[in-house]
């Protein structure tokens, strides 16, 4: 659901507590039931698009447009444009079954990239960024014959609109797994002595807690899930640890960004992870590691080593080419998409990116075995015995999943969804009731600074 989100639409987020992907989301989907075969069925495709699967029939004669809110120049998209490009290989389908829409604002552009790539012949058309979702589904009511796909999305299951449909990964698992990255790069700190509140005093609050911090775009769900799982990855590590989030109130600045970085490393944050498409928090931390500062980056979507190379320790990242796999696979049967789909470690969907040279030894190891849990399904990210909640434990966390329009300062319902109690068997079960991410607890250990 990352990604960016309408400015109208940003504050229902933040109001809800119900956001949208780097991308972005505010809530979605259908009846319990409904939402349940939907995932289902999503799963049972993705397993098989995620190996070496045959290329089915081509019963559909598909043509493809896309629609992005950045360019190559940019990890999210780029990320988006790999994940097509590799689908569209693996598939057999032609460069010219593709037609490209770049740089398209999350306004009316982007109902009028729609309406051209419906008259250029296209009957799957596919937008990438939150904020176009709105004008997707305005176009999508005028032309049933197409199907149209806003990935980050959050309400194409209670929108009535049945070739309409919402697509995300699981990312808060990567985000949990570079957590734990970021913990035993800590733990190495600590264990021979570089890390003391006595060497770098600034690098601990009064309690002894050790500072880490996050650059975060919006304070939508799905920054404050992916933040949550980075945090309690590195809790899994080191328990005494706090954590500072930055909003920057855009998906791509890169001197924002950086300038967050610069000041949570002022604050004696040693880890800077991120939420924010550019390489700006990266470069800050590694400038900052070179002048003497103790810090270490995790960063988003693409490999950071070349932007810092001392201070990188991986990347949480999103694989596409998975969904895009599925979903032009269904296309070419002529079949109809998942309505929500959203995939994790378990399709591969999800990942790390190569680890840094700075990370700590047997990281590689360490991780791999926390990979392998939660496919197993022996981890849980949300698992609630490890958070709390006001000094609480959380039993019960309601969820409204309708959608709302704020444009008018009030909130007027769009779209009617249920309101569900997503913990459940001791755990928040994300991304299960929706696509779209939904955690929106703000739990002990974390602060958030708007400024």
């Excluded at 569209?88 to 032609?94: E, S, V, Y």
């Excluded at 000041?263 to 800050?284: E, F, K």
């Excluded at 960063?299 to 895009?324: C, F, H, I, K, Q």
């Excluded at 969804?417 to 974390?446: H, Q, W």
Aim: proline fraction near 3%.
């Amino acid at each position: 659901m990352k990604k960016k989100v309408l400015g109208v639409l940003l504050a229902a987020a933040m109001v809800l507590g119900l956001a949208a992907c780097g991308g972005g989301s505010q809530e979605p989907a259908e009846t319990s039931s409904a939402s349940a075969a939907s995932t289902s069925a999503a799963s049972a495709a993705a397993e098989s698009s995620s190996q070496e699967a045959a290329v089915p029939e081509k019963n559909v004669d598909l043509k493809i447009g896309v629609i992005l809110v950045g360019d190559e120049t940019e990890g999210y998209t780029m990320a988006h444009i790999e994940g097509i490009k590799k689908a569209a290989a693996d598939l057999g389908i032609a460069d010219s079954q593709i037609l490209w829409k770049y740089k398209v604002e999350e306004n009316s552009d982007c109902s009028d990239a729609a309406i051209d790539l419906v008259a250029s012949g296209c009957n799957l058309i596919i937008s990438n960024s939150y904020g176009h979702q709105m004008f997707m589904a305005d176009v999508a009511a005028d032309y049933p014959d197409v199907q149209f796909v806003s990935m980050t999305g959050d309400f194409a299951a209670i929108s009535g609109l049945d070739n309409f449909a919402n697509a995300f990964t699981n990312c808060y698992e990567g985000r949990y797994v570079s957590g734990v990255v970021a913990g035993l790069k800590l733990k190495e700190l600590i264990d021979d002595g570089t890390l003391t509140a006595e060497a770098v005093p600034t690098a601990f609050d009064a309690d002894g807690n050790i500072k880490i911090g996050y650059v975060g775009a919006f304070p939508y769900a799905e920054v404050v899930s992916g933040y949550t799982g980075f945090y309690l990855g590195v809790k899994s590590i080191v328990p005494n640890v706090v954590m500072e989030v930055k909003y920057t109130n855009s998906w791509f600045d890169i001197d924002k960004e950086g300038a967050a970085a610069e000041a949570l490393i002022a604050n004696g944050c040693v880890i800077i992870g991120q939420h924010a498409d550019s390489t700006g928090a990266p470069a800050a931390t590694e400038k900052l590691l070179n002048s003497g500062k103790i810090c270490y980056s995790v960063g988003y979507n693409v490999d950071m080593r070349e932007t810092a190379p001392t201070a990188a320790l991986t990347s949480a990242t999103n694989n596409w080419s998975v969904y895009y796999n599925y979903l032009f696979s269904t296309m070419l049967a002529g079949e109809k998409p998942a309505v929500d789909w959203a995939e994790g470690y378990a399709q591969d969907a999800v990942g790390i990116t190569e680890l840094g040279n700075s990370c700590a030894a047997g990281t590689q190891e360490y991780v791999d075995g926390v990979v392998a849990d939660i496919k197993a399904g022996t981890l849980h990210v949300f698992d609630t015995a490890t958070f709390t909640v006001a000094g609480g434990p959380v039993d019960d966390a309601q969820v409204d999943l309708s959608y709302y329009d704020f444009s008018t300062g009030s909130p007027v319902e769009v779209y009617h969804g249920e309101t569900v109690n997503p913990i459940k068997d001791g755990y928040f079960s994300e991304s299960t009731f929706r696509s779209a991410p939904y955690f929106s607890l703000r739990i002990d250990g974390i602060t958030e600074d708007a400024e």
